[in-house]
């Protein structure tokens, strides 16, 4: 685990999405968490994350694709 791990709140569109405590163990057994943030939309969406507390490393990237089977 990283030192001192914080908590992060994600928001979608300004709507939040749900705080996540990276203090807790993977469930796959890795040093360090993933986490997915999906919008199900197949237009532009904002994608905000706000550091609650601690440290954190982020890695991310953009993954730009429709989804056939969209809207459910």
């Known amino acids: 685990m990283y030192d001192n791990p ?3 709140t994600f928001l ?3 709507r939040p ?4 405590d990276l203090a807790r ?8 968490l993933n986490y997915q943030i999906t ?7 904002t994608i ?3 550091l609650e507390s ?12 429709l989804d056939p089977d969209y809207p459910y």
């Not at 919008?39 to 969406?45: E, L, P, R, S, Y």
């Open 25 to 32: 163990s993977a469930p796959d057994g890795m040093p360090y």
């Open 54 to 65: 601690g440290r954190v490393t982020l890695v991310g990237y953009l993954i730009n694709f």
């Open 48 to 50: 905000s994350m706000i």
């Open 6 to 8: 914080g908590k992060v």
């Open 12 to 14: 979608i569109d300004g």
């Open 39 to 45: 919008t199900q939309k197949n237009t532009v969406a």
């Open 17 to 20: 999405l749900g705080t996540f």
